[in-house]
């Protein structure tokens, strides 16, 4: 019992870490109607730059670690700015009105733009991002259960700035002026246009945001893992959370990727050993994959609707 | 819209037209062409061994060459995928390779069934098929200096000797966190073969590439209590799998590694939290004091020749590249001996020179591997060589060696291999070598 | 005035329906055969053979595969890769295990195993579209992936899990050489253009076209959706195991599982996107530009920074690689979305009414 639970709070940490990164699809779908397939070399791109600044500043002997890390995060920030502007400017732009392969085509094609820029720029190496994180484990409840259950403190705490970035988000979307725009241009480019709102600075901010998001995603899984090229690789695990929790909800972002996490985790350990091993990736698309026979749509995603 | 159209239709022509023809290489210099992979997942431990690798040649060109044949060389990009590792193996067969090493087991197989028509024999220190250290069968592979049941044996030696015998043995458990590929699937064979035969219960935990994802993994770890965990990883895999065992808490002095998840990138970044980490070395592990790593400083690296990072130098695996240079560099020389002292040797002919490569001691010496390696001596039957190793652990700077020079147990290797080989020749519908065959 | 087609009538509804109505076009497939059949295997040198020959050949017809579950029926998968995967892996346990087996059934079966496998992971189409479909087929890739890694039956109890076949031969003809392989695969190219071409043709093309365009007005005029889209997987699906028994058998020799991973499932995506969706021409031509592109940057990186005096690295060609790869994909998308096969039927337009504009 006690395992099951480990496994379980396992579980639901590695799905919040997976809706981080499912953040950015939903946030740039929503707003733009565009599938961006490369979220994950932004949060690569995000976080080699954010252990590369940190790693210069600190050789050039900037101050405590606190401020390096934090004028590094800040740099990055800048930095993914920067990349969302050009991407808006030199892609998006001249992309407007295609249909939706052509658009996922141009992300994947940002993608390996964004992976070769990175390693170039930044090297491939394992690079180090050190936020202070705390790296032993925690055991819990040694009394109740036997051999105690396995706190991950460095998830746990991860959990908690994703939570806190969805309510930052939500309050942001909900309560501010760009953020009714945002929603506004999601629901209807063409009304939200015609009401004068500026439809590429509308673009620019989501990928902003989105970039945003890349970053504090790729500090996380970046503290967790190093910095390194297969951290890209992150989105592919990200993707049957964003189907499954719906293309354009945030909630569905995170409920999907808690989902999704214990599902993966709980069939690798439990239905592993029986089959060798190794199913945890092609079982979450199989659970998305079921949950979308039954809501095509996605569990909180917007209901399809065809006009002949 | 009419520019855009015209330049795309130029563009094309002059791809058809200039994807070039390689150039024929000079016919007095020795050609070597390396495949290695500075980009992707494997990259930062793919990048020092090509470093190390190129440095030697770089060296052994300072020196004048082999016997004043001068050597070139070039490097090919394979992102340690197998297509592409095949692809830079076609396009650099032309210019006549004296030997080619993928540093990739899954490369090592498809090449394995091109080099005997392409005559190009195919050099493996450290990885490959196990079962091409029988060279009555593999008459093109060299697994020199160890192969991958070579590193299982020794790491089972080890974790006998530490609980007290091989009889201790019996009831434990050893869990094998392996890469899942041809390469994590190497030593299941001989450690299935010792748990048949000491008792003890192997559990297989393979971990999907590139092995970013563990933590299920290292849960069922921490469930299933292993006494042992034996780590084969390459790449990202083995510093996620260190940080994963830290963060539920399995004991890092319980783990070993094989050679190539013991190197510095792999703990770098865990430092403390990897004290204790045990990893096999194939000869040699991290040899900062070494006199080939003090000549290759003075005169490559303080030239500003270097390939790489000047911290490199003396670290695990810039040093296994200099290692495997250097054994592909003695096979052309042996090649010379017979062949002709001076002159460009051909692949066949390497081929002979790796079959009877004969490294004594006073020549490691002298070319500088004093105290770095044990002689190696090939033979028709024998295309290893040599199986020795030790261990090393990392006490959170350094890799420091903790064990003496053991060797892997040939009762046990020498049937197994002998078994796969034959199963091998069974389904190629070759023939083995005789003694007659052994002399070309 | 270079194309034209004055004077060119048909007297029998067999001339006016066939594929090349016109003379010009005849004429130009005929040399295009004459110079792949004949001319190619004279003047190719081996590199050639082995490394854009072969590769585009097979390539090709995995593209027109793709192409006609994307292009054709409007259905995203990006389990390509899977469908090689077990096209190759049929094949070759029909190859191996069966004592004899000749090596055209065995590509053969390898492809209708393919095809099973296509039409079960084709079944979510039913009830989920466009990307939701698209990333419902990564669990068809995802799964292969483990599927031959783990199931030792597959890979005959390897160990290492690395397969390898040898010994191909075709009617008693052995297929050693560069020039034997190549022209095999061309051939079985030429048979699977063929066919596709009339298929896309024909009713059932006509069928998987409305299902792309509309597909619940095609529903409304009587067209069955489970038939016209799991027809499509289902031929999708066996050229592209073809294919792959063929990537396989003839280019790779020895393969893992992980050479047909999720990476082979983007290129052909791509492939069929830059060469044009909708169009049998746009596999060929998509296929010849991703294939030649990474050679072609290979040695033009280094010679340019050659002439400039740089020395550069192996990793700096490889990023640049990249860089210019996504970046080209991206201008091309700009430049024209539906692909080379516009570009080309927008050329020979032109060269109809030339000298005049339009």
Redesign the interface.
């Known amino acids: 019992m006690g395992?099951f639970l480990?496994?379980l709070l396992?579980g639901l940490m590695?799905g919040m870490l997976y809706s981080l990164v499912a953040l950015g699809f939903v946030l740039i779908f929503k707003a733009s109607g565009v599938?961006n397939f490369a979220q994950g070399a932004m949060v690569l791109f995000a976080a080699l730059a954010m252990a590369r600044f940190a790693q210069w500043l600190n050789t050039a002997g900037l101050g405590p670690a606190w401020l390096v890390n934090l004028m590094a995060f800040a740099l990055a920030a800048v930095v993914m700015f920067a990349v969302a502007w050009l991407i808006e400017r030199?892609?998006l732009r001249?992309?407007v009105n295609?249909e939706?392969?052509?658009l996922?085509?141009?992300t994947?094609?940002?993608?390996?733009?964004?992976?070769?820029?990175g390693?170039?720029i930044f090297g491939?190496?394992?690079y180090?991002i050190d936020i202070g994180m705390p790296?032993?484990?925690v055991?819990a409840f040694q009394d109740v259960f036997e051999g105690g259950i396995?706190i991950?403190l460095?998830d746990l705490i991860a959990a908690l700035i994703a939570a806190c970035l969805v309510v930052a988000l939500s309050v942001f979307f909900q309560k501010t002026g760009t953020g009714r725009a945002l929603r506004a241009v999601a629901d209807d480019h063409q009304a939200a246009q015609s009401i004068g709102i500026p439809l590429n600075r509308i673009w620019v901010i989501v990928w902003c945001v989105a970039g945003l998001v890349a970053l504090v995603a790729g500090m996380i899984w970046g503290s967790?893992?190093?910095v390194?090229?297969?951290?890209a690789?992150?989105a592919?695990?990200a993707?049957?959370v964003?189907?499954l929790g719906g293309?354009t909800s945030v909630p569905g972002a995170i409920i999907g990727g808690l989902i999704i996490g214990v599902g993966?985790?709980l069939s690798?350990?439990y239905l592993?050993?029986f089959?060798?091993?190794?199913?945890?990736?092609?079982f979450a698309?199989?659970l998305?994959?079921v949950f979308?026979?039954f809501r095509?749509?996605?569990l909180f995603g917007e209901k399809?609707i065809?006009r002949? | 819209m009419k520019k855009p159209v015209l330049l795309l239709s130029a563009l094309l022509s002059a791809v058809m037209l200039s994807s070039v023809s390689p150039v024929l290489a000079q016919s007095k210099e020795q050609f070597i062409p390396v495949l290695s992979y500075r980009t992707g997942p494997y990259a930062p431990n793919g990048t020092p061994w090509a470093n190390g690798f190129v440095d030697y040649l770089k060296l052994m060109n300072l020196k004048g060459g082999i016997n004043n044949v001068k050597i070139t060389y070039e490097e090919c990009e394979t992102g340690y995928d197998t297509a592409r590792s095949v692809e830079c193996y076609e396009r650099l067969k032309s210019k006549k390779p004296s030997f080619v090493q993928t540093l990739s087991t899954g490369a090592t197989f498809a090449i394995t069934e091109k080099a005997p028509g392409d005559k190009i024999p195919v050099l493996t220190v450290g990885y490959g098929r196990s079962e091409s250290a029988d060279g009555a069968v593999f008459k093109w592979n060299f697994p020199i200096a160890g192969t991958y049941w070579v590193a299982a044996d020794t790491i089972m030696q080890a974790i006998a000797k530490k609980e007290g015998g091989w009889d201790k043995l019996k009831g434990k458990k050893v869990a094998l966190v392996y890469h899942d590929s041809p390469f994590g699937k190497e030593p299941i064979p001989l450690i299935q073969e010792r748990a048949r035969i000491h008792g003890f219960e192997l559990q297989l935990l393979p971990v999907t590439p590139p092995g970013v994802e563990q933590k299920a993994t290292w849960l069922q770890v921490r469930q299933a209590k292993p006494d042992y965990v034996v780590l084969w990883g390459w790449g990202v895999m083995n510093s996620t799998a260190i940080k994963e065992a830290q963060a539920t808490g399995y004991a890092r002095e319980k783990m070993y590694g094989v050679w190539w998840a013991g190197a510095e990138q792999d703990v770098k970044d865990v430092a403390d939290g990897a004290k204790g980490y045990n990893a096999v070395t194939i000869q040699h592990g991290a040899e900062p004091n070494a006199d080939i790593v003090k000549t290759l400083l003075a005169q490559i690296h303080a030239k500003g020749q270097g390939t790489g990072p000047k911290e490199e130098v003396g670290q695990v695996l810039y040093l296994r590249g200099v290692m495997s240079a250097m054994i592909g560099v003695e096979g052309i020389r042996s090649a010379q001996e017979r062949f002709g002292k001076g002159k460009v040797m051909t692949g066949e002919q390497v081929r002979w020179g790796l079959e009877n490569l004969n490294l004594t001691q006073p020549k490691l010496d002298a070319l500088g591997f004093k105290g770095v390696m044990r002689p190696i001596s090939t033979s028709c039957m024998d295309h290893m060589g040599a199986a020795w190793t030790r261990i090393h652990t990392w006490d959170g700077k350094n890799w420091v060696f903790t064990s003496d020079w053991m060797q892997a147990d040939e009762q046990i290797l020498k049937p197994l291999v002998k078994a796969t080989a034959d199963k091998y020749a069974a389904e190629k519908k070759l023939t083995r070598r005789t003694g007659q065959d052994c002399q070309s | 005035m270079f194309y034209r087609e004055n004077g060119q009538l048909k007297t029998s509804y067999q001339a006016d329906q066939q594929i090349f109505p016109i003379a010009q076009d005849r004429w130009f497939i005929l040399a295009m055969l004459l110079l792949a059949f004949v001319v190619a295997p004279l003047l190719a040198t081996d590199y050639w053979f082995s490394a854009i020959l072969i590769p585009f050949v097979i390539m090709a017809m995995a593209a027109i595969g793709v192409n006609i579950l994307v292009g054709y029926c409007g259905q995203i998968s990006l389990g390509s890769g899977a469908f090689m995967a077990v096209g190759a892996y049929g094949a070759y346990n029909f190859f191996a295990r069966v004592p004899d087996m000749p090596l055209i059934p065995a590509l053969i079966l390898g492809g209708l195993c393919a095809t099973v496998f296509g039409v079960l992971f084709g079944l979510p189409s039913l009830r989920v579209r466009g990307l939701y479909l698209a990333v419902a087929t990564l669990a068809a890739q995802f799964f292969a992936d483990w599927m031959f890694l783990r199931i030792k039956w597959f890979t005959l109890d390897t160990p290492s899990g690395s397969v390898s076949v040898s010994n191909l031969q075709v009617f008693g003809l052995p297929i050693e050489s560069d020039v034997s392989k190549y022209l095999f695969c061309l051939t079985l190219l030429c048979l699977v253009a063929l066919l596709a071409k009339n298929l896309v043709r024909g009713a059932i093309g006509r069928e998987w076209m409305a299902i792309r365009d509309m597909d619940v007005a095609a529903a409304v005029i009587g067209i069955r959706p489970m038939y016209a889209k799991l027809s499509a997987f289902a031929v999708s699906s066996f050229i592209i195991g073809v294919a792959g028994a063929l990537w396989a058998f003839i280019y790779m020799g020895s393969w893992e599982p992980s050479a047909f991973s999720v990476n082979e499932s983007f290129r052909l995506l791509f492939m069929v996107i830059i060469g044009g969706l909708g169009s049998i021409m746009g596999g060929f031509l998509g296929a010849a530009f991703i294939i030649l592109l990474p050679i072609f940057l290979n040695q033009a990186l280094p010679f340019i920074a050659g002439m400039v005096g740089i020395e550069i690295s192996t990793t700096v060609v490889s990023h640049t690689e990249l860089m210019i790869f996504g970046g080209l994909i991206v201008w091309f998308l700009i430049v024209e979305p539906h692909g080379l096969a516009k570009l080309w039927s927008i050329g020979k337009q032109k060269m109809r009414v030339w000298p005049f504009p339009y």
């Open positions: 395992f480990e496994t396992g590695a599938f030199l892609v001249n992309l295609q939706g392969t052509t996922l085509m141009a994947l094609g940002i993608t390996y733009f964004l992976e070769g820029l390693q170039s491939s190496d394992i180090k790296k032993e484990p055991i396995l991950n460095e967790k893992l190093g390194q090229f297969s951290l690789t992150v592919l695990r993707l049957p964003v189907i293309l993966e985790k690798e350990v592993g050993p089959v060798g091993g190794g199913i945890e990736i092609w698309y199989v998305a994959l979308l026979l095509p749509q996605g399809i065809d002949v």
